[in-house]
């Protein structure tokens, strides 16, 4: 049976009956949909829009570059600002780019067709911090290309959540790639200290002895969802000088 999410600034319209109210309740996930939603939407796709045109701009004039120098330092620079948008991407920048009203169409199709299953499967992510995060990201970070691939996340192996340390970038929940880090941020954070610590605890504990991925993935849930633990690994910090001179230290021990 068909159904509308009905708020100050439009409708919405869904395939399955739901809560009115601007509430729907599933089995899992309980999605509350601002008054301002359409609003919100709108101001977004025009942010995009706005920075859509600046990147444009940064890729003509790798068009118009007059050497393959020029050309290469141009298309670092269109690449740069991309990835600084989109920190949570893995893949390669290819270049593409979505344009507003295919980016507006393939947020209406999912949240027509898909979003309470998404959410329902996504119990970390929240609707209200897509929404704050942005729609445009959440999109890109799916590798969404048209309306019809939305349905695609139902065969990925990972899920996405977001950066544990800005919480404004979606990232693909891959630890042992990311550490549950944008790019924005993963520098901020010593890997030689992580590794490091990684390391001490495998020769020092017993349970982990012949349990690597059973570590890693202790440590990186901790990781992920514990502030205190993180600012252990910051770069500059004490802790995580003390870290990175672990493996030193043992390495001193044995010769």
């Known amino acids: 049976m068909s159904e509308e999410i009905k708020g100050q600034q439009g409708t919405i319209a869904v395939d399955e009956e739901i809560e009115r ?5 599933s089995p899992k996930a309980v999605i509350h949909f601002p008054d301002n939603y359409s609003k919100i939407v709108e101001s977004q796709l025009k942010e995009y829009k706005d920075w859509l045109k600046v990147n444009q701009e940064l890729q003509a004039k790798a068009d118009e570059a007059e ?12 690449t740069a600002h ?4 989109y920190a949570g991407i893995i893949a390669k920048d290819q270049g593409d780019r979505l344009s507003p009203s295919k980016l507006k169409n393939i947020w209406e199709r999912f949240m027509r067709h898909e979003f309470r299953s998404f959410l329902d499967s996504h119990l970390n992510l929240k609707f209200e911090a897509i929404l704050e995060i942005g729609i445009d990201k959440f999109i890109y970070t799916l590798g969404w290309k048209k309306a019809s691939d939305t349905a ?3 065969n990925n192996k990972v899920r996405i959540g977001t950066c544990c340390h800005c919480n404004d970038q979606f990232i693909p929940m891959m630890f042992q790639q990311n550490h549950g880090l944008c790019s924005n941020c993963r520098p901020l954070y010593s890997v030689t ?14 349970r982990y002895t012949n349990a690597t991925h059973d570590l ?5 849930i901790m990781f992920y969802s514990d502030p205190q633990l993180r600012k252990l690994f910051l770069k500059g910090t004490d802790s995580a000088t ?10 001193n021990e044995t010769n």
């Open 21 to 25: 109210g601007g509430v729907y309740v």
């Open 152 to 154: 695609s996340w139902r």
């Open 67 to 78: 050497t393959e120098e020029e050309e290469a330092e141009t298309l670092k620079a269109c």
């Open 242 to 251: 003390q870290f990175e001179s672990l493996q030193e230290d043992k390495n």
């Open 193 to 206: 200290a992580i590794r490091n610590y990684i390391l001490h605890v495998m020769d020092q504990s017993d």
């Open 82 to 85: 991309f990835k600084k948008r």
């Open 216 to 220: 890693l993935m202790d440590f990186y």
